[in-house]
Each structure stands twice: as structure tokens, then as C-alpha cells.
């Protein structure tokens, strides 16, 4: 998208606006400016996945521990905040420290949202997680040499994986 293009809002709505730029259509979110998922692994070896149930798709899905930035009181959050609360709000785990390992489109047709992808360090548990409310999330610690036979166990119960948690393991060098 050229910057001397203002995009116009065809639909707004609480959490997505419909806009058009150039001929081309696609979504934005109007109360975030960023989303950021988290690769996290425990000292024992176990990854933290968590799992929801995605209307969209219409089924639950497992996911890395992810969110919006600057959905809440701060609508300038910075990236590192969000992933580390949006890690202890799903999981149950905070980092003392995180390390970008890439950021890029969820979808790079439909929205202009950019993820950013940190992994997680240093983790402590301080909770059970699952979410805020209204969020159903169920919090998974699977150990690694085990990931590919539990997710394939997932995936004939119906659950669906998503993409960015091979993605994230293949970014920070950790054979699953």
C-alpha cells in the first residue's frame, strides 16, 4: 500500500473495519495495532500450547499462547509488554526475557495486520492461565519429543493445529 493513499472504511465494527485501497478490500482491526505470539518452553521441555474454540474455522484449533497489542487501557503498548502479558493472561507463565524471532503478515490478502513471533526465556509459572473472561482456553504443556505424536492424536479428535507453532519451533533452532 502506497502511502499517499488514504484507505476508505466501507464497514466499520467494534472489532473490524471492512476497508478499500486501490481496488483492493480487506480487514483491519480499529482497537489494535499489532499482534504477537509467544514460543514458550518450560524448564522441563515441554511446549505451552494453547487451545480454543475458533468460530471462524469452526472448530477448536491449538495455538501458541498469542494476542492483540494495545487492545487494553494502553493503546501504545509496546510489543515485549503484550507478549509477556498475553503469556501469563493464556498460560500461566511470564518471561524474564524475550527474543524476537520474526514478525510478518497473518494473511497477507485479507488484513494488513503484522505478527510479531518472540520466544520466550527464562519462564516462571505464576498461574493456570486460560484467558480473561469470555475466553474459553485450555492450557497444554506437551513435551517436545512427544509434539508430533500428540498433535497427530489432536488432529484425528478433530482439533486443528495452527501453522505459526512450526513456524516459531523451526525459527529458534528446536527440532520437535
Same mark, same amino acid.
Given at each position: 500500500? *502506497? @502511502?499517499? !493513499? %488514504?484507505?476508505?472504511?466501507?464497514?466499520? #465494527? &467494534? /472489532?473490524?473495519?471492512?476497508?478499500? %485501497?486501490?481496488?483492493?478490500? /480487506? !480487514?483491519?482491526?480499529?482497537?489494535?495495532?499489532? !499482534? $504477537?505470539?509467544? +514460543?514458550? !518452553? %518450560?524448564?522441563?521441555?515441554?511446549?505451552?500450547?494453547?487451545?480454543? /474454540?475458533?468460530?471462524?474455522?469452526?472448530?477448536?484449533?491449538?495455538?501458541?499462547?498469542?494476542?492483540?497489542?494495545?487492545?487494553? @487501557?494502553?493503546?501504545?503498548?509496546?510489543?515485549?509488554?503484550?507478549?509477556?502479558?498475553?503469556?501469563?493472561?493464556?498460560?500461566?507463565? #511470564?518471561?524474564?526475557?524475550?527474543?524476537?524471532?520474526?514478525?510478518?503478515?497473518?494473511?497477507?490478502? +485479507? %488484513? @494488513?495486520? =503484522? =505478527?510479531?513471533?518472540?520466544?520466550? +526465556?527464562?519462564?516462571?509459572?505464576?498461574?493456570?492461565?486460560?484467558?480473561?473472561?469470555?475466553?474459553? =482456553? *485450555?492450557?497444554?504443556?506437551?513435551?517436545? #519429543?512427544?509434539?508430533?505424536?500428540?498433535?497427530? *492424536? &489432536? &488432529?484425528?479428535?478433530? $482439533?486443528?493445529?495452527?501453522?505459526?507453532?512450526?513456524?516459531?519451533?523451526?525459527?529458534?533452532?528446536?527440532?520437535?
Amino acid at each position: 500500500m *502506497t @502511502d499517499s !493513499v %488514504t484507505p476508505k472504511v466501507l464497514h466499520h #465494527s &467494534r /472489532f473490524l473495519d471492512l476497508v478499500e %485501497t486501490e481496488g483492493w478490500v /480487506f !480487514v483491519r482491526r480499529p482497537n489494535a495495532h499489532a !499482534v $504477537v505470539c509467544i +514460543l514458550a !518452553v %518450560t524448564p522441563q521441555e515441554k511446549i505451552i500450547l494453547v487451545e480454543q /474454540f475458533r468460530k471462524p474455522i469452526g472448530k477448536r484449533l491449538l495455538e501458541l499462547p498469542a494476542g492483540l497489542v494495545g487492545d487494553g @487501557d494502553d493503546a501504545n503498548e509496546a510489543l515485549e509488554l503484550a507478549a509477556n502479558r498475553e503469556l501469563e493472561e493464556e498460560s500461566g507463565w #511470564s518471561a524474564k526475557q524475550l527474543k524476537k524471532l520474526w514478525e510478518g503478515p497473518s494473511s497477507a490478502g +485479507l %488484513t @494488513d495486520e =503484522i =505478527i510479531t513471533c518472540y520466544h520466550a +526465556l527464562e519462564l516462571e509459572k505464576l498461574g493456570s492461565g486460560g484467558g480473561v473472561e469470555g475466553e474459553d =482456553i *485450555t492450557v497444554h504443556e506437551v513435551p517436545l #519429543s512427544d509434539l508430533r505424536s500428540w498433535l497427530e *492424536t &489432536r &488432529r484425528n479428535e478433530g $482439533v486443528g493445529a495452527d501453522p505459526k507453532i512450526f513456524s516459531a519451533l523451526w525459527s529458534a533452532g528446536i527440532a520437535a
